[in-house]
């Protein structure tokens, strides 16, 4: 079965996640272990144990999310459940995980670029007092208007009828509060974030993290992967870096990769890690493509 996998963003968190992998698989444990020693703190122990205020701050949460997303889909191609995978794409940092899966770069190299990624833009919010909002029940074009009046900027395109905002908190306050007193939407919905991701808050982390790809290698991937920045396919190493780079600070065309993975024949996604998020929106997306979660045991348990 031809299969594309899914890899989650920033958000899907939570404490406890890939216990369960790394306490019954090898491969999982070793993925942990790797990283702990790589990153010179215990990312298994604030995972596995907390605190959440701890795995919450960015500079944590991307490498943990990148760990488990590796694990989830490691485990799953020994125990031979992966199929013939034919694409590979993530939400924002998820991004960065469909290229370690798919041979851009080793996990150690990606570890090492997933970690700045995330200590750059931990230093842009601490930097900057951003906020965001998702826009339920609208028009991209409606959005726009919106992030036009109040000086934001579009920062996700998620699923149909599913758009964030982000950009200065008091503005971002200020657009939720028109959108709520006019009506223009089924629901509007303050998001709990540290900053302004994918917004031109972000500058700073872009600048710098450009910088700091510059001295890796990149491989042409063995899986086609999609880029956040346009929703298309991306294979030339440097095509790859000046995405990564632009994917800081602009729109996370989700539902473009999506629709872009299906046309090469996918006939089910899996989700490799936390919060089953993903697997909604892609049934938003595309209703004839069955999508199935796997972040624990318990889920594979269940394949």
Known sequence: MKTGILFSGQGAQSVGMAKSLAENYASARELFERADAALGFSLSKICFEGPMEELTKTSVCQPALYVHGVAAYTVLGELGMLGEVVSALGLSLGELTAHAVAGTYDFETGLK???????????????????????????????????AEFDVDMSNLNCPGQIVISGAEENIANAVRAAKDRGDFKLVVPLKVAGAYHSRLMKPARDAFEKFLGQFEFSEPKIPVFTNVTGGR??????????????????????????????????????CGPGGVLAGMVKRIDKT???????????????
Not at 115 to 136: N, P, T, V, W
Not at 249 to 271: H, M, P, Q, Y
């Open 234 to 271: 991306v294979s030339s190493p440097a095509e790859i870096k000046e995405n990564l780079v632009k994917q800081v600070v602009s729109t996370v065309r989700f539902a473009d990769c999506v629709s872009n993975a299906a046309k090469l024949g996918v006939e089910r996604f899996i989700e």
């Open 113 to 147: 670029i997933v970690a700045e990624r995330g200590r750059l833009m931990q230093e842009a919010c601490d930097a900057s007092k951003g906020a965001m909002a998702s826009f339920i029940g609208g028009s991209e074009e409606k959005v726009a208007e919106y992030c």
């Open 289 to 303: 493509i069955p999508t199935k979660s796997v972040a624990e045991k318990r889920d594979i348990d269940a394949q």
